[in-house]
């Protein structure tokens, strides 16, 4: 076996990294974003902090729209987002609910209810080994972890708590007269 096909097989390093600037923070939040193959796991404060965060963007929903459309593998593609305030989401970012319409079934968004309303972090979760996050949503503090399943794992059973405890908030089926 030669060194490239060895350096091919190994692993990606782990990346952890501090930020206190919303500019790293968003950077951080797209480089989760591209890393997503199958899932994508959203908790926030509201429509405007992710307006914030950037996720309405278009270049942000093309990476949504190309996840949820992606081949590249076997398992089932999802998106979840959970909101402590779901109102307005429809003004504030309409190429999300677009992107909603077009893929209900692969894409839910709802709020939080009973306990999880007292939840404070925000996080981004891709697949099962990376994430963006803040531990204190109100914090400029902000950490990004790529490739540490072992380290994404507390996280991804917190969100999963989170959406337990929330219910549908948003949905693109209309019941017209």
Do not use: C
């Not at 974003?33 to 926030?44: P, Q, R, S, T």
């Not at 992710?50 to 190309?66: C, S």
């Not at 981004?124 to 490739?147: C, E, F, G, Q, Y």
């Amino acid at each position: 076996m030669t060194t490239n096909q060895l350096l091919a097989n190994d692993p990606p390093a782990v990346v952890y990294r501090l930020m206190d600037s919303q500019s790293d923070a968003k950077q951080a939040i797209v480089d989760v974003l591209g890393h997503a193959k199958w899932e994508l796991m959203i908790f926030d404060q509201s429509a405007t902090s992710m307006m914030a965060r950037e996720y309405g963007r278009p270049f942000v929903i093309d990476i949504l729209r190309n996840l949820l459309m992606g081949s590249h593998n076997s398992r089932a593609r999802r998106i979840r987002i959970a909101l402590h305030d779901a109102r307005g989401i429809e003004g504030e970012m309409p190429r999300l609910i677009s992107l909603l319409g077009q893929y209900a079934d692969l894409m839910s968004i709802r709020v939080t209810t009973d306990a999880a309303r007292s939840a404070q972090d925000v996080m981004l979760i891709a697949d099962d080994n990376a994430i963006w996050r803040k531990p204190v949503a109100s914090h400029p503090r902000s950490v990004l972890t790529m490739h540490d399943v072992n380290e994404v794992k507390p996280f991804l059973d917190r969100f999963e708590e989170i959406w337990a405890s929330s219910e549908p908030a948003v949905s693109t089926r209309s019941t017209g007269l």
